[in-house]
């Protein structure tokens, strides 16, 4: 049952690591710089104020993985329990690790200053050293929450 939820929500974390890649930042890609940075402001803004959902998915993910891991190290072995590990390790390490350590304090970077405040140089500026690392960031923890989900799957079929 706890595998089950794991998959759940690490998969609903993948689904919006997936749309903002794919759709959300495409899409603002193509407004002007200063409407760019704020579309992008506003949208963490929901976020940064503790949206109930978000925050009981994102954090209920990282709880949820920590606990199936216990559990399952208890009840597995093999294949199954390196399948285990490896799939929770890539959740962890190439999911969580580069969120805290980089696309949030890049988002916090956003929120700390006056956009509107900025002449057009300073805002061109900003955008390039924030669009760029974010999204290379993101494509990555991309790719390493559906290659986690996709190997829980994999563990769950051979229970």
Do not use: H, Y
């Given at each position: 049952m706890?595998?089950?939820?794991?998959?759940?929500?690490c998969s609903l974390v993948a689904g919006l690591l997936f749309g903002f890649a794919v759709v959300v930042m495409p899409g603002i890609a193509n407004l002007e710089n200063r409407e760019f940075l704020m579309a992008f402001k506003h949208?963490?803004?929901?976020?940064?104020?503790?949206?109930?959902?978000?925050?009981?998915?994102?954090?209920?993910?990282?709880?949820?993985?920590?606990i199936t891991l216990i559990l399952g190290t208890m009840n597995t072995a093999g294949m199954e329990l390196y399948l285990l590990w490896f799939a929770?390790?890539?959740y962890?390490?190439?999911?969580?690790?580069?969120?805290?350590?980089?696309?949030i304090p890049l988002n916090n970077s956003l929120q700390s200053i006056e956009i509107q405040?900025?002449?057009?140089?300073?805002?061109?500026?900003?955008?390039t050293s924030f669009e760029t690392p974010w999204?290379?960031?993101n494509r990555l923890r991309t790719i390493n929450a559906v290659?986690?989900?996709s190997m829980l799957?994999?563990?769950l079929c051979l229970l």
């Open positions: 706890m595998l089950l939820l794991t998959i759940l929500l949208m963490d803004e929901v976020i940064q104020n503790n949206q109930p959902l978000f925050i009981m998915v994102w954090g209920g993910s990282i709880l949820s993985v920590f929770s390790a890539l962890l390490l190439g999911v969580q690790i580069p969120t805290f350590r980089f696309n405040s900025l002449d057009e140089s300073a805002v061109a500026l900003f955008r999204n290379g960031w290659s986690s989900v799957l994999v563990l």
